[in-house]
Every structure is written in C-alpha cells, then in structure tokens.
C-alpha cells in the first residue's frame, strides 16, 4: 500500500484514464467526448513522463563536463511523450473538424441524435 | 549493403513524401502522379518478393545514423514481402478502379486532397507492414487512421459524416488502449525495437517477473488492435463506413485497414511477445470466442440487409471474425491460415464494393435489391466480377475464398479437442449463411425485370475494366496457385519466430 503511494504519478494517471476512456466510450456530447479523448492522451503521457524522470538526476545536455551516464535521465521518453502529443493534437483537430462539420447539418451536438437525424434524412 | 534492401524504405517514403508534394498539384496532375506512385509502390514491392524469396532469410535496415537498441529500425522477412506486395497491389488496383467515380463523390477541387489521403494510407501500410519500432508502427496506425476517416467523409453526406465520427471514435478508444499498452511495455523492458524488446521480455518471462503487468500489457495491446479492426462487438462502425462512402474508399477501408491491425498484430505477438508467452496468458482464447461469434452475428446481420453495400460490408464483419478465429487458435497453422485469409478476403472484398458501385450505377444509383434485378446484364463486367466474387466468398474451389476455409477446418482438427468441433461446426454455419446471401444477390443480379431504367448504361471505363480483370484473375491466382502463397507465408512466419 505504502508503494502505490510513492507512486502516486502513476496512479493519478490511470485514474485520469479511466476518466477519460469513460467519457469518450459513454458520453452522448461530441465536444466531451474530444475532452476525454485529450484526458486519455494526456494520461498515457503523464504515465510516460513519470516513469522517465529520475529524482536527483538532470536533463541529458552536458554543460558542466560531467560525462558520466548516471547523473542523467534517458531523454527518450520526453521525446515519445513529445511526439505522442503531435499526434494526440492531430486527432483532436480531425474530431473537431467533423463535429463542426456534423453541428452545421444537425445543429446538435448529441451523437445518437445525429445517428437518427441521418438515417432520416437518407429515406 | 546491397541497393535493394532499401526497397521496404522507398515504399514507405516515396507515398509519403508525394503525399505532401501532391496537397499542391492540381486535381487532374495530382490523380496521374498518385496511380503512377501507387503502381510504382506495387512493382516495387513484388520485386522485392521475388529477390526476398532467392534471399531466403530476414534483415534489419538501419534508418538514421543510431545502431539498434537506440535507433529505428525496418525488418524485413519472406511475410512482410508478401503482404506489402499484397496490400501495394490492392491498393493500386482499388485506386484506379474508383477513381472515375471521384467526379461524382468528391467536390472538383478537392481530389487532390483525396489523392493525398490515399498515398498516406499506402505509407502507413507499408510502414506499419516493414517498422520493427513499436513507437513507430503506433504514429503510422494513427495517420492510417486519420487518413482512413477522412477518405470516409470525402463524399460528403450525413451519413458518410456520422461515419466517420463513429469510426473515430471506436478508433481512437482502441488506439489509446493500444498507446497505453506500447507505453506499459516500454516501461517494463526499456527497449521500444521489437527485437530487444522480446529479449527482454524472454528475461522476465523466465525468471517469473512481472507477470501481471505483462498480461494486462497483452490484453491491452491486443483489444486495442482488435478494436480497431472491427472485431465483433466492436463493429457497428463497420456498414456505415463501408456502405456510403465513395468506391475506392469503400475498397481500400474494407480490404486493408482492418487488415493493416491484424497484420500488426500478428507481428507483435510473433516479434514482441513470443506465441508461448502470448498462448500462456490465455488471451487469444478471448479472441477465438469473439472471432467464432462475429462469424456467426456478421453473417446474421448481412441476411437481414436489403441493400447491397450495406450486405458487403456485414460480410467484412463475419470474415474480420474468421481472421481472428485463426489467430485465436495460436498455433502456426492458425496464424498462416489467418495470413491466407487476410490476403484472399482483401482481394475479394474490394472487388465486390468496385463491382457492386457499378451495378448500382447500372441501376439508375438505387442500392436495394428490389432496383438490382437484371443489373448484372446491364453492366456484364460488373455482374461477372461480383459472381466471382460472392463465389470466393462462398468458398468455391478454385477461388482464394475457398483455399482458406479449407486452411480453417485444417487448422482447427490439427488442434483437436472441442477447438476443432467449434470450429469446423461455426465454420459450417457461417459458409451455409454467406451462400444464402451471396448467392441471393448473384441470382438477383441475374433475375430478369421489366422495370425500365431511367439511365442510359455507358460503357465501363478502361481503368475501371482492367481494375476488376486483374482482381478477378488475383481471385483465380489465389485460389489456383494457393500451395506457393501458403508456402511462402509458412517461411515468413517460420522467419519471424
């Protein structure tokens, strides 16, 4: 028990996970469910950045001629986490591309409503 | 080095890089230079499978100036030629024989953004097909995904809109659980190149630790996969994003996204995880069980359909089922019988969405089989090829469909006990409802009607004719010549163990 607590980084991430897998799974509003994908993507990189990050060690740019490996971090995990949110960002903007798309059609943001509005208007 | 083994590169790039080139061209240049890039991916890679096959065994190619375990890396065998010669191929084919109908589907200044679409869908294949970097095949699942949505919504109606949503959706969930999965792995073996990452987990496997992490890591990864590729409870995406897009995309996103995943899959669990481990954890049960019931919901579903791309795309959701029954099976037979069908069903899916895009037109553009009757002699080439087709799905002999049945029912007794009832039983089943609803429509096609049609039949164009030749002669070839595909599948898999 006392261990989950030292690794408090981590579990505030799956919780944040589990928040957002929730909402973009189960929510109707289009909109929240881009805000719990967001929660989801940010989630698996706090996980990464935490478990990159070494208490007492530094940033791998060697300034004070200190070569030895032990005094730095492996720089990548910040570098996945960076291109993690490259990507994360494009699906947002794709998301929300369509939901602009779909609330001018249906002027709606309800996803189910949508789905009934366009199986009407085919017939 | 020798100069060829850089081929798997050129794939991946040269798609990639006219992607961007091609976002400026004007529509008629940029459709000429996307055929000319998607065959020249095609040439490429079935000449790569020739020299891979007289090469005999697999490589890494060193991308960048790091060597392994901190660079990135492309590994190819005797498997990833095959299928990026498969999946180049199709996807050439698919292109050209959609192409045409572009003018309808898509606004006139948007077709090269299409064009753009497609020559990141190809990168991303090949990518995902040719990475040994787990990092690296997550970033080009995700452009594949991108990509895919936005070739669903290219034709713009409600219902392709809602599509798309939909498909992102399910998407993203999976890929989150996916990234969620790479990420755990990562953290647990300190390697993101799938060769270092498997010795490292053949450490921990031994020496006992970590062994939940290690579940829940294949769990995740393998949900996630199969998420994204429309397994059974996971496909109500699937009829919308198939049936109302435009043809080449509905070609393209039936036969080789989903088969994008699986490929990936399969690739992991060989290259990563290792089948022992994999079999160990007992996660390819869950995936037999679903693929046994899609099998059976998909073909369900496809009876109850009266239209038919909506029919077709039911039937993917059935055939993603079979691929996965396969892989559930988690032995060598299994996983080849799984490769066979990845690539016969690839082949004949496509071309049944080309040809059933023709007979609708043929049928002044109604899809229900009301309107149908008689299509197939207003647009012969059309009914031809969806006969042949519907035949390969049905499993007639000498067609690709009915070699990898035979593969299934093989690969269940070799593994014996109730596997092998189940299998050979659902098998049965799920064969007798695709001959009640392929069949249906062929003779539909054939029925003769005197309603009469509004639009004058053109004349197919060239493209479009040589598109669905070559796909029934890939049908014929796959059926006729199946020993030397199953072969060569055998050593790639032999290759990547």
Known sequence: MLSMLGNYEEIAAMILFGIGFTVLLLDKNMIKKIIGFSMTDSAVYLFLAAKGFIRGRKAPIVVDGVTEMGAYIIPIPAGLVLTGIVVSVACSAVMLALTVRLYRRYHTLDIDKITRLARKEEK | ?497
């Open chain 2, 1 to 497: 080095m020798e100069l060829w083994k850089s081929i798997p590169f050129v794939c991946i790039l040269l798609p990639l890089g006219s992607a961007a080139a091609t976002s400026v061209l004007k529509g008629k240049i940029a459709k000429r230079w996307t055929g000319f890039v998607l065959f020249a991916v095609s040439v490429l890679s079935a000449v790569f499978e020739v020299l891979m096959r007289f090469y005999g065994q697999s490589y890494t190619y060193m991308m960048g100036h790091y060597p392994a375990p901190w660079g990135n890396e492309i590994r190819a065998g005797e498997l990833e030629a095959v299928t990026a010669g498969f999946f180049a191929f199709i996807m050439f084919l698919s292109y050209i024989g959609g192409i045409k109908k572009l003018k309808e589907h898509v606004l006139s200044d948007k077709h090269n953004l299409y064009c753009v679409l497609m020559l990141l869908l190809d990168s991303a294949l090949m990518a995902q097909v040719y990475t040994n970097d787990i990092f690296t095949a997550y970033v080009f699942v995700e452009i594949m995904t991108i990509a895919a949505a936005a070739l669903i919504a290219a034709r713009t109606r409600g219902r392709t809109l809602v599509a798309a949503t939909r498909y992102m959706i399910m998407n993203l969930i999976g890929s989150s659980l996916f990234l969620m999965g790479i990420i755990i792995l990562y953290d647990l073996t300190g390697h993101l190149l799938m060769s270092n990452m498997h010795e490292a987990i053949d450490t921990l496997a031994k020496t006992g630790q970590y062994k939940e992490p290690l579940t829940v890591v294949i769990a995740l990864i393998t949900i996630g996969l199969a998420i994204k590729s429309g397994l059974f409870p996971f496909h109500k995406w699937i009829p919308d994003a198939y049936g109302y897009s435009t043809p080449a995309s509905q070609a393209v996103l039936s036969s080789l996204v989903s088969k994008g995943y699986i490929f990936l899959l399969i690739k992991i669990i060989y290259r990563v995880i290792g089948l022992d481990l994999y079999k160990e954890t007992g996660i390819h049960n869950v995936l037999f069980v679903f693929g046994l019931v899609g099998m059976l919901m998909g073909s369900f579903s496809a009876i109850k359909q009266n239209d038919i791309r909506r029919m077709t795309a039911y039937s993917s959701v059935a055939q993603i089922g079979y691929v996965f029954m396969g892989i559930g099976l988690g032995t060598q037979f299994g996983m080849m019988a799984a490769m066979f069908h990845i690539f016969s069903h690839a082949v004949c899916k496509a071309m049944l969405f080309l040809a059933a895009g023709a007979l609708v037109d043929a049928s002044d553009h109604h899809d229900e089989f009301k309107y149908l009757r008689g299509s197939g002699y207003r647009a012969p080439l059309a009914g031809i090829a969806f006969s042949i087709g519907a035949l390969s799905m049905v499993g007639f002999p000498f067609l690709g469909g009915f070699s990898s049945k035979l593969n299934f029912a093989l690969a269940g007794l070799e593994y014996g006990g109730i596997h092998a009832v189940l299998v050979v039983v659902v098998l049965m089943a799920s064969t007798a409802l695709n001959t009640v609803y392929f069949l249906k429509t062929v003779i539909t096609l054939y029925r003769i009607t005197d309603h009469a049609y509004e639009i004058p039949v053109k004349k197919p164009e060239f493209l479009f004719r040589v598109s669905l030749i070559l796909f029934a002669l890939l049908n014929i070839g796959l059926g006729v010549m199946s020993q030397y595909f199953i072969n060569a599948i055998n050593r790639g898999i032999i290759m990547f163990g």
